[in-house]
């Protein structure tokens, strides 16, 4: 158990300093933004109380806010998706798997439902974040461009990682 605190603990300081240092600075085409610290979130065990997920989603997305110099809008985007992550495993997953606790990665969700669970994430934490920083609908297509585009280039980096994590057995 203390095993598995001290990786999260590592993982969880290595996405917030490369969110950070070097993710919040890039801006493929002037819109796509890659949010790879959402990964941690997702990747919490599958049984984990929701009120835990969400402070620590809380303080994840308060650390990216004081370096990146926005007032809470990481903070909320990432409590909201903490919150919605147990339906959206509920509505993803066979019902025989939700009483197991596990890693949400491909090898133990399966390839069709880890891609489902993710894309639902990643595009409602997107959506929540990009309306809360544009605040209006005054320009919806620069919203709506800045939306997918950062919403694929995210979904693309997990799927990425979750492939290049080696799977233990």
């Known amino acids: 158990m203390n095993r598995r605190i001290i990786t999260y603990t590592f993982f969880f300081i290595f996405l917030v300093l490369l969110q950070a240092t070097v993710l919040n600075d890039i801006a493929l085409f ?8 959402i990964c941690f979130i997702l990747k919490l065990p599958s049984l984990m109380a929701t009120n835990g997920v969400m402070t620590i ?5 308060l650390i990216v806010d004081i370096f990146s110099n926005t007032p809470g809008m990481n903070a909320f ?3 909201t998706m903490a919150f919605m992550r147990k ?5 993803v997953l066979p019902r025989s798997d ?3 606790s596990v890693i949400p990665s491909m090898t133990t969700f399966g390839v069709e439902h880890f891609i489902g669970y993710t894309v639902v994430m990643v595009f409602q934490f997107c959506l929540v974040l990009f309306l809360i920083d544009a605040f209006t609908f005054f320009n919806p297509l620069t919203l709506l461009l800045r939306f997918l585009s950062s919403a694929l280039l995210t979904f693309a980096l997990i799927l990425a990682v979750d492939c290049l994590k080696p799977g233990k057995k």
């Open 30 to 37: 002037g819109y796509a933004t890659p949010l790879l610290y």
């Open 57 to 61: 989603a809380f303080f994840m997305g």
């Open 77 to 79: 985007a990432a409590t």
């Open 98 to 100: 939700e009483a197991v």
């Open 87 to 91: 339906p959206v495993m509920s509505l």
